[in-house]
C-alpha cells in the first residue's frame, strides 16, 4: 500500500495511517474493515471494549492479505487489569480476532487512582516476549504515568495513543514521547467530526490545496510525524480519508492550525477516568 510506515522504538514498521472502529457494531465491522482493506488500510485499530474483534477478525480473513502484511491493533479493558486477568483477556482478544499474535496491545487507560497499570504491563511484558504480540505500549497515559511505567519495568512503550487533534495538540504529550522514543498515536483525529471541520481556517486550506477539510487534518497529524487512525463506516469517506499523500500543508497552513489549540478535551480526563 502506499501508505508509508513508522519504525517503533523496537524496529517494528508501523504504518502511519490506520483504520480506527470504535463505535462501530460487530455486525457492520466485517463491512467496514472490508472496505477499508480494499481502500489500501492495512492498519486496524479495535479494543476489547468496542465488542467488535470479532467482525475485525472475520474480515481480515476474508481479505486473503497476508497477516505479515496486516497491522493489528487491540487494546487490554479497564475491567481486565492486573496481571492474570490480562493474559485471560489477551487470550479472548485474540481467539475473537482469529488471530495467533497481535501487532500492538495496548493499556486502554491508566486508570491511576486503581494503581494496576504497572502490574497490568508485567503481564504486556510476558506477552511481548512469547512472541505473542509483535509491540507493546498504552494509550491515554499522561506524562507522570509514563514516567512511573518506565520507572519500574523493562520494556519502554512502542506507543502512547492519546487523544489529539487540532484543538488539542498535547505539545507536553508530545515531548515526553520524543524524549523515550515513544510513538504519538491520535485518536479522535477528526474531533470527531463535531465541528473541527467546519472551523473557518480549515476549511481555507482545504480550499487552497483542492482537498476536504478531513483530508488537511489528516495530513497535519502526518506533518507531525505521528501514527494517525480516523474512522468513518461511509465507503467514500473511508477512501478520502487515505488519499491523503498527494499533497503537502506549507509552514503558513502548520502556523494556522496550531493556532487552533484550545486545550480542550472530547473525551475523558485520563487523571481521573475510573469506568469500568
Ligand atoms: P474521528 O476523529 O476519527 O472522527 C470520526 C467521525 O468523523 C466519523 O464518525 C464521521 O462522523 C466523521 N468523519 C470521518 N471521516 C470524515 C470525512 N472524510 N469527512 C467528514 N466527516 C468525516 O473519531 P473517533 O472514531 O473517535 O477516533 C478514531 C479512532 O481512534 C477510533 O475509531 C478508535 O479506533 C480510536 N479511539 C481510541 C480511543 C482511546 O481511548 N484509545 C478513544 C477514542 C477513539
Redo the contacts with the bound molecule.
Keep these: 500500500s502506499k501508505v508509508p510506515t513508522i519504525t517503533l522504538n523496537n524496529g517494528v514498521a508501523m504504518p502511519q495511517l490506520g483504520?480506527?472502529?470504535?463505535?462501530?457494531p460487530d455486525d457492520e465491522a466485517e463491512r467496514a474493515v472490508g472496505t477499508a482493506l480494499e481502500a489500501g488500510y492495512r492498519s486496524i485499530?479495535?479494543?476489547a471494549v468496542?465488542g467488535n474483534e470479532e467482525g475485525t477478525g472475520k474480515a481480515l480473513a476474508a481479505s486473503g492479505i497476508a497477516r505479515d502484511e496486516l497491522f493489528v491493533t487491540t487494546?487490554l479493558w479497564n475491567s481486565d487489569q492486573g496481571h492474570d486477568a490480562t493474559l485471560r483477556a489477551f487470550d479472548e482478544s485474540v481467539a475473537k480476532l482469529g488471530l495467533d499474535y497481535v501487532d500492538l496491545y495496548?493499556i486502554?487507560?491508566p486508570l491511576p487512582s486503581r494503581d494496576t497499570y504497572v502490574d497490568t504491563y508485567r503481564a504486556f511484558e510476558k506477552l511481548y516476549a512469547d512472541g505473542r504480540v509483535k509491540a507493546i505500549g498504552v494509550?491515554?497515559f499522561l506524562p507522570e504515568h509514563l514516567r512511573r511505567l518506565i520507572g519500574e519495568t523493562s520494556v519502554v512503550p512502542a506507543v502512547n495513543?492519546?487523544?489529539l487533534?487540532p484543538q488539542l495538540q498535547q505539545a507536553e504529550s508530545r515531548a515526553e514521547h520524543a524524549r523515550h522514543g515513544i510513538v504519538t498515536e491520535?485518536?479522535?483525529?477528526?474531533?470527531?467530526?463535531?465541528g473541527?471541520?467546519d472551523v473557518p481556517t480549515i476549511v481555507a486550506i482545504a480550499r487552497k490545496h483542492g482537498k476536504?477539510?478531513?483530508?488537511v487534518v489528516l495530513r497535519w497529524h502526518l506533518q507531525l510525524g505521528n501514527v494517525v487512525?480516523?474512522?468513518?463506516?461511509?465507503p467514500?469517506?473511508?477512501a478520502?480519508?487515505i488519499d491523503v499523500f498527494g499533497f503537502e500543508l506549507d509552514d503558513e497552513d502548520l502556523g494556522a492550525i496550531a493556532a487552533l489549540d484550545e486545550g480542550k478535551r472530547?473525551?475523558p480526563d485520563p487523571a481521573t477516568f475510573d469506568v469500568a
Design positions: 483504520f480506527g472502529v470504535w463505535q462501530v485499530d479495535t479494543a468496542y487494546k495496548l486502554h487507560w494509550s491515554n495513543q492519546i487523544e487533534h491520535d485518536w479522535s483525529p477528526l474531533g470527531q467530526g463535531k473541527l471541520l476536504s477539510p478531513a483530508q487512525i480516523p474512522k468513518s463506516v461511509t467514500s469517506r473511508i478520502e480519508n472530547l473525551g
